[in-house]
């Protein structure tokens, strides 16, 4: 999700936002926000208060069911998060952002107040993690990016890791090596490095830490040295 624009305006502007604005902000993401979306629906949620663990309005009896959008400040102009209630719990989309809703900070779902479902991570406006969430413990593949190229791939099964790559890359974004750990994070499995050109340097066998064998080697012009 790449995005060049100048932070300092953008941020001047959402300070001031009337509504037509505020809507004017959409076109830094890639789909709508929710607090566009939600924009003509949503409570605000310094409304909602909290009771045995459920959300109400101010001075209801019945847990609240239904969309809000939290802010900064008191104003309502520098909206901070959006999502909905479902009986006074977290269920469906849910979002946080940067910047008075310039950029998101983080995506994810609810299914009666715990996580459930796709989340996203970004830094400064990109994308920076990402994986599924089930009954708010990681599950499956997760994965990791810096400036959009993938450092790491976790796979993780209620929480717990079973394994994971790590990906390096020279300056040019060319590929260098690919490590592969088992769950105590000791490289076990096959790890292949490459030249700067993209030729195949080493393929090797870990186990647990140790390295087993040598599989193939190559020098700079695709030449076998073993």
Same mark, same amino acid.
């Given at each position: ?42 409570? @605000?949620?310094?409304? =909602? ?6 959300? %109400? ?32 719990? =977290? ?27 796709? %989340? ?11 994986? @599924? ?30 394994? =994971? ?31 700067? @050109? ?29």
């Amino acid at each position: 999700m790449k995005r060049y624009y100048s932070l300092t305006l953008i941020i001047l502007t959402a300070t001031v936002f009337n509504a037509p604005v505020k809507s004017q902000l959409s076109q830094f993401f890639e789909e709508k926000p929710l607090f566009e979306k939600y924009a003509d629906s949503a409570i @605000n949620e310094a409304t =909602l208060v909290e009771r045995q663990g459920l959300k %109400y309005q101010i001075n209801t009896s019945k847990p609240f069911s239904g969309k809000f959008m939290g802010f900064d400040d008191e104003y309502g102009f520098c909206v901070n998060k959006a999502g909905s209630y479902k009986n006074g719990l =977290l269920h469906g989309q849910y979002e946080e952002y940067e910047a008075c809703g310039v950029f998101y900070s983080y995506k994810t779902k609810y299914k009666n107040g715990s996580e459930n479902g796709r %989340y996203e991570g970004y830094e400064e406006g990109f994308l920076s993690v990402e994986g @599924n969430v089930v009954n708010d413990k990681l599950d499956g593949e997760w994965i990791s990016y810096e400036y959009g190229l993938i450092t790491y791939k976790e796979y993780f099964k209620k929480d717990v890791l079973l394994s =994971l790559e790590e990906f390096s890359y020279y300056d040019s974004g060319q590929l260098e090596f690919l490590k592969t750990y088992n769950s105590d994070q000791l490289q076990h499995g096959i790890t292949v490095t490459y030249h700067p @050109n993209g030729q195949l340097e080493t393929k090797a066998k870990y186990e647990n830490g140790n390295l087993i064998e040598i599989i193939e080697q190559y020098d700079f012009n695709g030449n076998p040295l073993n």
